[in-house]
């Protein structure tokens, strides 16, 4: 994999500017993230948040971070966070795929896999887990809730399983599955839902509860009168 083609995974039609890095976890295993904006700026997912919350997801821990060069967001938080050394590379590792699931089976159960999926959460503030599967045309990716010590640099399962699937180039989105095994109404925050509403904006999202039940949705009707506006393109 070259930084090329990392870079061409992130969604940046607002900017124009694609950034990429890759994690390696203490377990050796390598995660990229890109930069996935949003049309509320305040809400892009920036590349090294995207790969850190990937390694924690797979209950791995950050310990080195490759970058083509260190103008990178929040690449001074994740790095004190978690002690990362930072290298500084024109070859990148190869990352491994296997945050892909393949098609599930028919013997699959998508709420016994997000119930298994919540033990994967890192929870250190809230104690809250929720857990989350977002399907391709190929398969689908996992995400779960990750906190950190910034309330503010944590980030949702929704997000996370978002950022699996640019970083890995899989983005024809069919739906998305999330479950909480707390509260009263399984549901992705205010924030989650600006996020899908432009990612997936016409696409099915199941919500299973607590209690046992479940909600099917058009994810657009989980935020009315969103924020949109054709004239934050800069892309001519």
């Given at each position: 994999m070259s930084w090329t083609s990392l870079l061409d995974r992130s969604y940046v039609p607002y900017s124009g500017e694609p950034k990429a890095c890759l994690v390696e976890g203490s377990s050796g295993k390598i995660y990229a993230g890109v930069r996935i904006e949003n049309i509320s700026y305040p809400l892009t997912i920036p590349a090294v948040q995207a790969a850190c919350a990937i390694c924690l997801s797979e209950k791995d821990t950050p310990a080195k971070i490759y970058v083509q060069n260190r103008e990178l967001e929040q690449l001074a938080f994740w790095t004190v966070e978690f002690h990362m050394k930072v290298v500084e590379t024109d070859e990148p590792p190869v990352v491994d795929r296997e945050d892909l699931q393949m098609n599930p089976s028919s013997t699959f159960s998508a709420i016994d896999e997000l119930k298994s999926l919540l033990n994967q959460a890192v929870t250190t503030n809230s104690d809250f887990p929720v857990s989350a599967l977002l399907f391709t045309e190929n398969g689908y990716f996992e995400g779960v809730n990750?906190?950190?010590?910034?309330?503010?640099?944590?980030?949702?399962?929704?997000r996370v399983a978002i950022a699996k699937a640019y970083a890995h180039g899989d983005t024809e989105f069919t739906k998305m599955e999330i479950h909480t095994r707390k509260g009263e109404f399984s549901s992705p925050c205010g924030a989650c839902r600006q996020v899908i509403v432009e990612l997936l904006p016409y696409h099915d999202v199941v919500l299973h509860h607590a209690d046992g039940t479940l909600s099917e949705h058009i994810t657009v009707d989980l935020l009315p009168f969103s924020f949109k506006s054709s004239a934050l393109n800069k892309k001519k």
């Open positions: 990750v906190e950190v010590s910034d309330w503010t640099q944590g980030i949702c399962a929704e």
